[in-house]
Nanobody, 124 residues
Framework: EVQLVESGGGLVQAGGSLRLSCAAS????????IGWFRQAPGKEREGVSC????????YYRDSVKGRFTISSDNAKNTVYLQMNSLKPEDTAVYYC?????????????????WGQGTQVTVSS
């Protein structure tokens, strides 16, 4: 059974940083792409970043490029999202998701397994 557990959310002032973690279990980590998504109140869920299987490729939505960095630690089956220069508009519940995909592919593709989410609140 695929299990994903997010952690690291919290309240931070604008300009601050947070690092989210997504601890994965129940599947062969190297075969799965991992994505970070977020959903703000009253808005649709949107993709934030993803890392392809085996960590070969990373992708970001335009609004977070240069501020967020996705990385993976295969020894720990964990994917991180380092978020710097946070803005109030980054406030949302952040979810990680996993799906087996060929190398190099993750952005704009569906994910079926989801974590429970972690709240990120950025105050102005």
């Amino acid at each position: 059974e695929v299990q994903l557990v997010e952690s690291g959310g919290g309240l931070v002032q604008a300009g601050g940083s947070l690092r989210l973690s997504c601890a994965a279990s129940g599947f062969t980590f190297d075969d799965y792409a991992i994505g970070w998504f977020r959903q703000a109140p009253g808005k649709e869920r949107e993709g934030v970043s993803c890392i392809s299987s085996s960590g070969g490729s990373t992708y970001y939505r335009d609004s977070v490029k240069g501020r967020f960095t996705i990385s993976s630690d295969n020894a720990k089956n964990t994917v991180y999202l380092q978020m710097n220069s946070l803005k109030p508009e980054d406030t949302a519940v952040y979810y990680c998701a996993a799906e087996p995909k060929p190398p190099g592919i993750c952005w704009g593709t569906p994910f079926d397994s989801w974590g429970q989410g972690t709240q990120v609140t950025v105050s102005s």
